[in-house]
């Protein structure tokens, strides 16, 4: 048995994606703009230059990260670590996954309460595995040293649905939708669907379909001009005063 069988007996296979997240993150203000929870829009990770495409999605109530480049978390508040409620990996090369455990370690330590679930290319199950087992030792350490609020459990990534599939929805509360589409070796791109408006996000190097980009209310791909210092939104919902 490993160190974590031996703390907790738990299985490192738990999903959380659908657990509903606290909604004041969703209520954030980025430069001075309110993005409501009925909202549907795309915010810059860091409001610095990261070696990779990085992007946060705030709608329903939720937020989903999309790239793990190095340096992700720095500019990201406790609350926003605490209540992301998944990280969808564009591809497996290094400037895209560099940042996953520190996105790993700063969620757990900020006080996420669970696993944080994580969706990719085919290979991403086998990578969240060696990256837990990697931290067994420092996790248990941590634990007892500072006794972070969301359990020892709660360091773990867990993988999303839709493993190794061609083309499967990763993430779905019933009104935000995220389908991940394989696209090349190692790559992926991403159709996030919420209040009847679509989003595309892709990696750098990846093929998007024509019918796709032109159906999409927006599309983030290698070359578009990814949020930096204010919110884009995809719907703004006028309903809400």
Avoid: Q
């Avoid at 299985?11 to 980025?30: E, I, K, M, W």
């Avoid at 926003?80 to 400037?95: F, I, K, P, Y």
């Avoid at 599939?165 to 009104?175: E, I, K, L, P, S």
């Amino acid at each position: 048995m490993n160190l974590r069988g031996l703390v907790f007996g738990a299985s490192a296979a738990a999903l959380v994606a659908c657990s509903p997240a606290p909604a004041g993150d969703a209520a954030a203000v980025t430069a001075g703009t309110p993005v409501r929870s009925t909202d549907f829009a795309v915010l810059p990770c860091a409001h610095r230059d990261l070696p990779g495409p990085c992007a946060i999605v705030l709608a329903g109530g939720k937020r989903v990260v999309f790239g793990a480049p190095a340096g992700m978390t720095l500019d990201m508040t406790e609350d926003g670590l605490r209540n992301t409620d998944a990280v969808m990996l564009l591809s497996l090369r290094g400037e895209d996954i560099e940042g996953l455990d520190e996105m790993r370690n700063a969620a757990w330590r900020a006080g996420r309460g669970a696993s944080l679930p994580v969706a990719g290319p085919s290979g991403t199950g086998d990578f969240l595995g060696l990256l837990n087992r990697a931290y067994e030792v420092s996790d248990a350490l941590i634990y007892v040293e500072d006794r972070p609020a969301g359990g020892f459990d709660a360091a773990l990534l867990a993988v999303l649905p839709g493993e190794g599939r061609h083309m499967a929805t990763v993430f779905d509360t019933g009104d935000l939708r995220v389908t991940k589409t394989e696209a090349g070796t190692d790559r992926a791109y991403y159709k996030v669907d919420y209040a009847g408006h679509d989003l595309l996000i892709s990696a750098c190097g990846a093929s998007l379909p024509e019918t796709a980009v032109s159906e999409a209310d927006l599309v983030l791909e290698c070359e578009s001009d990814w949020p930096r210092d204010k919110p884009v939104f995809v719907f703004r919902d006028g309903s809400v005063n």
